[in-house]
């Protein structure tokens, strides 16, 4: 089957209902005449009827109105085409993995340079351009079971609201070490954060490293290494590491 592109702004604009009726039009000939993208695009429009479920009703909305996924939307892919060149060179290295989520390859071993790079490379790849999480929408409730399942009492979800952070989603990896997860918290700026956590490796230290514009800080607490990676431009993001490792 021939498989004509169609551009991923076009298809999120469709989603979010952006679109003019004779664009809307167009679009659904085409899902039409390719029904697997058709299916991946109604997968896209029940995670956001799940969100705007999850978060309330619409009159609820001028409280937090950066958590409409709309909003999501647009910010994500704001921030998406200013990272293009860096996420390709990303990708490469990156397969799919077990655990019907990613793998990181290569990123981080026991003699690396530069600690914690898994946690870098999976903020870069999923949360800082959208993509599909494995816990988001009406999925969000599982998620503080899988965590506790893999990382005991050091996989407590934090709650960072306080800062300004809401949870979004999380992603869940595998890594060389064992099963890893990304959690992607948004603020009302259009920033995001990322608090990563897989299986310790033996010379894991604490520490915080910049690595171009971000921001990692990490640590181990038992078994689980932890990363909280941010914006180093964001002043509230060093201070997110040691409330999450209290605890918070």
């Known amino acids: ?10 298809l999120h ?8 009726d004779a664009e809307r039009a167009a679009v659904d000939a085409w899902l039409a005449a390719h029904p697997d993208e058709g299916a991946k695009v109604r997968a896209w429009k029940r995670d956001a009827d799940q969100l705007r479920s ?3 009703h619409t009159a609820a909305l001028p409280d937090a109105p950066w958590l409409d ?3 999501i939307r647009q910010r994500l892919r704001a921030q998406r085409r200013t990272r293009l060149a860096q996420a390709a060179v990303l990708v490469l290295a990156l397969g799919l993995g077990g655990l019907g989520g990613w793998q990181l390859r290569g990123t981080q071993t026991a003699g690396d340079n530069l600690p914690m790079a898994d946690a870098v490379t999976a903020y870069r790849m999923f949360a800082s351009q959208p993509v599909s999480m494995d816990f ?5 409730g599982g998620l503080q079971d899988w965590l506790s399942r893999h990382f005991d009492e050091a996989g407590r979800i934090p709650d960072l609201s306080a800062q300004g952070y809401a ?7 595998s890594t060389p070490e064992g099963a890893a997860a990304m959690l992607v918290y948004v ?3 259009g920033g995001t954060l990322g608090v990563y956590l897989r299986p310790r490796t033996q010379r894991m230290r604490e520490g915080a490293r910049n690595d171009g514009g971000l921001l990692a800080q990490y640590w181990a607490q038992g078994d689980t290494a932890i990363a909280v990676v941010g914006s180093r431009f964001d002043p509230r993001a060093r201070g997110v590491a ?3 490792r209290s605890g918070g």
């Open 54 to 56: 999850t978060w309330g």
């Open 69 to 71: 996924p709309v909003r």
């Open 1 to 10: 089957m021939s498989h004509s592109p169609m551009d991923p702004d076009r």
């Open 136 to 140: 988001e929408g009406d999925r969000i």
């Open 13 to 20: 604009a469709y989603v979010d209902g952006q679109l003019p």
């Open 187 to 189: 603020d009302g700026q």
């Open 167 to 173: 949870l979004y989603g999380a992603r869940v990896l």
């Open 242 to 244: 040691p409330l999450v």
